[in-house]
C-alpha cells in the first residue's frame, strides 16, 4: 500500500501549484522573480517578515484602541452614574464639574427638555433619547463627532429615577489621548516597520551570502577540475555543517573518480603490454615461416602461430568481459541450482591435466546469472588446475546464519600455495606470481580477477584461505607444498 502523502508536502506541493500558475496567468513575473538562492531566501524571508509586522501591528493598534476606549468608557461611566444618583434624589444643583478626562454631562428629561448642562453645552440641542423599551437604569455608549473642540468624544447614558420622572444622564469622555496614542503609534509603525524590514533583508542579504561563499567556492572548483587533474580537491570549510558535509561528500567522489582513472590507465597499459607480447611472437613465427622454404617446418611453425592467436583470442575475451564487468551492465538472474551447475561444468571438462574430485551438496539454490556463473566456476577450477600437483577438490555446502543462508564452494589444490602477503594481490587485473610467471602455465592474471568481479556483481564474496598444508608448511619453514584454497561465498535463494 503506497504511502499517504504528510500534510507538509500536500501544502508545499498547493503552494507550488499556486506559484506555477500565477507565473503562467502573468509572464512579467517570472522575469521579476528572483533567480539566485540568495535572492529568493532574501525575498522570502522578507516576505514572512512582512506579513508578521502587518498582522502584529494591526493587532497592536486594535488592542491599544480598545483598551484606551475601555478606560475613557469607564471614566464616563463613573461621571454618568454619579449625576443619575443626584438626579434621583433631585440634586441636580449639586453637580459638580465634569472631572479631568470628562468633556460634558447633560441630563435630558423624557419630555425633551434639559434638566442639567455643563457649560461647554450651551446652546447645544438635547442628545437623542434611548430606544423604546429600555427599563430600568441602564448606560448605553456610542461615539458622535466633536461637539466642542477637534477631538470625538465617548457618550455614556444612563436612565435613572427623578422626582420629576424619569431622566436621561449623558457623559462625554474626550478621546483626545486615544487618537493621540493611536496617531503616534502608526506614526511609528509607518517610519519603523520600512526600517525594521529593511534591516531583516539585509541582514538575510548578508547571512545567505556568508552561507553561500563556500558552496561558490566549491562551484567554482569543480569547474576547473577537468579529466587530467582529477587530484584537485575542494576546499572544506570549517564549520561542521550541511556545506561542509557536502565538501566532503565531493572530496570523496573524486576520490572515487581519481582511482578509476588510475585504474582504467593502469588497466590500459597493462592491456597493451599483454597484448604486444603474443603479436610479437606470432610476427616473428610468421617472418620465420615466411623466410624458411622448407615444407617440413612449416607445420611447426603455424602450430605455435595458432597458439599465440588462441592466447590472444583468450585475451581478448577477457578484457571485453572485464569492459562489460566495469559498465555495470544488469545481469540477468533467476533462481539456479548451483550443485548442478557445477557438476555440469567440471564434467564437461575433457583431457585434464590433473582430475577434479567433487563434493558436492545436493540442491544449493543460488539467484544467479547462468553464464556468468559458470565462468566463476570456470575460473577458479583452470586456476587450480594450473597449479596443482595432482589433485583438485571442489566441495559445495551451505552455512545457515540469523538471516538467509550462505552458499559456500570450495577449490583446493595442492600446488605450491599462495604466501598470505599475496591473498589479496592475486585478485588483481594482469597479477602473476613467481611461479605463474611461464609462458607454459598460460594466462595473463586475469582469470582470478574476473572471478572476484562477477563474484561481487552478484553480490558474492571470493577470498584466498589458508590452503590443506599450511601448518605444516609453517612449520616446516618451506615455501612451498602447501597448497592453494579459494573460497567462493553467494547467498543462497529464500525458500518460500
Known sequence: MAERPRPRGRVRS???????????????????????????????????????????????????????????????????????QLAATGRLGRVRPPVRGIDFVQVVGADGRILFASPNLAGVPAFPPPAPGVPGTRFHTWRVRPIDGEYRQRVVQVVTQTPDGMAIVYAGASLRDVDAADDTTTAALVIGLPLLLATVAL?????????????????????????RDLHRRVPVPDTHDEVARLAETMNATLDRLEASGIRQRQFIADASHELRSPITVLRT??????????????????????????RLQHLTADLLLLARIDAAQPVVTAPLDLTALVREVVEGRLGDRVPVRLGLEAGVE??????????????LVDNAQRYAAGRVDVTLRTTKGAGPGTAVLEVV???????????????????????????????????????RDLSTHHGGTLTAEEGPGDGARDRAGDHPGGGARLVLRLPTTPRP
Open 14 to 84: 498547493a503552494v507550488g501549484a499556486v506559484l506555477r500558475a500565477v507565473l503562467r496567468r502573468w509572464p512579467v513575473l517570472r522575469r521579476l522573480w528572483p533567480t539566485t538562492v540568495r535572492a529568493r531566501a532574501t525575498v522570502g524571508a522578507s516576505a514572512v517578515v512582512a506579513v508578521a509586522l502587518a498582522l502584529a501591528s494591526f493587532a497592536l493598534l486594535g488592542l491599544l484602541e480598545a483598551n484606551l476606549l475601555r478606560n475613557a468608557e469607564n471614566d464616563a461611566r463613573r461621571q454618568a452614574e454619579n449625576v443619575a
Open 203 to 227: 541582514v538575510t542579504w548578508r547571512v545567505t551570502g556568508h552561507a553561500l561563499r563556500p558552496v561558490e567556492e566549491i562551484r567554482a572548483e569543480v569547474a576547473g577540475i577537468s579529466d
Open 285 to 310: 613465427q610468421l617472418e620465420v615461416a615466411l623466410a624458411v622454404r622448407d615444407p617440413e617446418l612449416w607445420p611447426e611453425l603455424i602450430g605455435g602461430a595458432l597458439e599465440d592467436i588462441e
Open 413 to 451: 589444490d595442492d600446488g605450491p600455495g599462495i604466501p598470505v602477503a599475496d591473498r589479496e594481490r592475486i585478485f588483481e587485473r594482469f597479477t602473476r606470481l613467481d611461479d605463474s610467471r611461464s609462458r607454459d602455465h598460460g594466462g595473463a592474471g586475469l582469470g582470478l580477477a574476473i572471478a
Open 366 to 379: 543460488v539467484t544467479a546469472g547462468a553464464l556468468w556463473l559458470g565462468r566463476i566456476v570456470t575460473n
